[in-house]
């Protein structure tokens, strides 16, 4: 299976500032049909995961231009500017090119 | 708007099944597969497998092929999994999610596995 791995694990952030999260997967995340499926999702307190960034750099629907990915082959980045206190919860990669599809462990982004 | 509404929390006892569903509304149905995903107690998030409502084909997880049964209803556009042969370690919250990209969850549903 293909490794997600998150770092930091956990991220404290001041309101206003700007924060970054590494997702680096053990196979290249380059699909046969030239797409990269790595995704990033936002888990809140108390609530499902949402949808923030899909095939790597594109923002989901009513996804704030705070949020952008960047990333190819196997290392991805998820940036976060002026964070918001609605920005707070736990975040996650997803790849979705390999079976089986796996997440990332998780980075807890919370206030400093 | 769309929306994945699914049932309500279960409690099942070791060694018995439970089925839980997942209604959507907003879209159609058979345009999009729809996954489940696996959070246990303070844990990650694991992908169980898809469906393919409009075929009924399916797609599991090696390690849910014998745990997890995916079904979908298109006369009611509801989904649903069964989880069989219930451990303790089936007690999670399990989560619907639309398409490959899951840009629409459920709300999840408690799954409590106790005698």
Not at chain 2, 34 to 59: A, F, H, R
């Amino acid at each position: 299976d293909v490794v997600m791995t998150q770092t930091p694990v956990s991220l404290s952030v001041s309101l206003g500032g700007q924060t970054s999260i590494s997702c680096r997967s053990s196979q290249s995340l380059v699909h046969s049909d030239g797409n990269t499926y790595l995704y990033w999702y936002l888990q809140k307190p108390g609530q499902s995961p949402q949808l923030l960034i899909y095939k790597v750099s594109n923002r989901f629907s009513g996804v704030p231009d705070r949020f952008s990915g960047s990333g190819s082959g196997t290392d991805f980045t998820l940036k976060i500017s002026r964070v918001e206190p609605e920005d707070l919860g736990v975040y996650y990669c997803y790849q979705g090119t390999h079976y089986p599809n796996t997440f990332g462990a998780g980075t807890k982004l919370e206030l400093k | 708007e769309v929306q994945l509404q699914q049932s309500g929390p279960e409690v099942g006892r070791p060694g018995s099944s439970v089925k839980i569903s997942c209604k959507a509304s907003g879209y159609t149905f058979t345009d999009y597969v729809m996954n489940w995903v696996k959070q246990s107690p303070g844990q990650g998030l694991e992908w169980i497998g898809w469906i393919d409502p409009e075929y009924g084909s399916t797609d599991y997880a090696e390690k849910f092929k014998k745990k997890a049964t995916l079904t979908a209803d298109t006369s009611s556009n509801t989904a649903y999994i069964q989880l069989s042969s219930l451990t303790s370690e089936d007690t999670a919250t399990y989560f619907c999610a639309r398409r490959g990209s899951f840009d629409y969850w459920g709300q999840g549903v408690m799954v409590t596995v106790s005698s």
